[in-house]
């Protein structure tokens, strides 16, 4: 038998599309369970403060289909510190938890991972980010809800390309990971895609530009935000000081693509992995993360989900090459 009688359910780092699903499945998992769950609101920041409510049913009610996070999230400096997750610990001794589900991403799953160890209570990670970049996990929540939103942009944004024959650089997020920018790319058919994990892009889009001569044709260029390039109006400067009667506008999506209605999609894996990280707590399961690989639930070490790096598809990277 499990020693697991209460449990606690927080969000933690940018929020993602889904989270809200995660935080329902979580809910009712545990109410079906026997548990008694607490909410702890703004991530790692209201676990030291204890700022715990307790959830029922009903308070879960008409919150799958709402972007964002009803718990709130934040970011704790304080918490990377070995005193803030002594006090955070102690706030859960307090309250009586036995178990923790964090529904976010590596920085998330580091402190987890930490307070876990030092304290022996277990962490059951849920990966929500819209960058999909977390290691043992074919995809995180809020990635094609992100996906969808981007979409959505550029195609409108092509209408007025298309309009005034001009190239627009877009820039989608992605600091360390091309995910969102590769996969949108293709599926908006842009004409290049910068991404961190490929260099050389932009003299191959000068020569591409370049071997189109007068022809004025529009074209969409998707630029990840953390490009080994540069930004998108870094790029878009060198690329119009090279082709200097190039008519180029820069659009930057930024948080847009944080927000919003979650995909049908996102909804449903979200509430398969709330179901399961509650399993995986009645199981006895200490400190590992969610995942979802080849549509079936996996159990990663959340050592790994922080240590290890998660390439983009070589496949995509080679229809990308084709199709552009």
């Known amino acids: 038998m499990s020693n697991i009688k209460r449990i606690g359910v927080l969000t933690s780092g940018g929020d993602a599309p889904g989270m809200n699903a995660a935080i329902r499945a979580v ?3 545990a109410i079906y369970h026997g548990l008694e769950v607490y909410g702890i609101m703004r991530g790692y920041e209201g676990m030291m403060n204890g700022d715990f409510t307790k959830l029922e049913s009903k308070d879960v009610s008409g ?3 709402k972007g964002g996070t009803i718990l709130e999230t934040a970011r704790c400096l304080k918490f990377k510190t070995e005193e803030g997750r002594r006090t955070a610990f102690e706030q859960l001794q307090k309250h009586e938890i036995d178990g923790v589900v964090v529904i976010g991403g590596d920085g998330s799953f580091t402190g987890a991972s930490l307070i876990s160890k030092e304290h022996s209570i277990p962490f059951i990670g849920i990966p929500g980010t819209i960058d999909n970049d977390l290691y043992g996990t074919d995809y995180t929540i809020g990635y094609d809800t992100a996906l969808n939103t981007v979409v959505e942009a550029v195609d409108k944004i092509r209408d007025t390309a298309s309009s005034h024959n001009r190239i627009f650089f877009v820039e989608v997020m992605g600091k360390e990971a091309g995910f969102v ?5 293709i599926a908006c058919g842009a004409e290049a895609i910068f991404i ?3 260099s050389g892009q932009q ?3 000068i020569n591409y530009l370049t071997s189109r001569g007068k022809k004025k044709k529009s074209s969409i260029i998707m630029v990840a935000e953390g490009d080994d390039e540069g930004n998108a109006f870094e790029i ?5 000081t090279e082709l200097p009667e190039t008519d180029i506008r820069v659009t930057i999506l930024g948080h847009i693509q944080r927000g919003g209605t979650p995909s049908a999609y996102d909804r ?3 509430s398969k992995m709330g179901v399961a990280a509650v399993e995986a707590l009645l199981d006895d399961q200490k400190s590992i993360m969610i995942g979802l ?6 159990h990663v070490p959340l050592s790994k989900t922080v240590k290890l790096h998660k390439d983009v598809s070589q496949s995509l990277l080679e229809l990308a090459d084709i199709l552009v």
């Open 27 to 29: 809910t009712r998992a």
């Open 63 to 65: 919150i799958i289909q």
């Open 181 to 185: 920018a590769l996969r949108s790319g």
């Open 196 to 198: 961190p994990e490929v």
């Open 203 to 205: 003299q191959k889009l």
């Open 236 to 240: 878009a400067k060198r690329v119009q």
């Open 268 to 270: 449903v894996t979200a």
């Open 293 to 298: 690989v080849n549509n079936e639930i996996t």
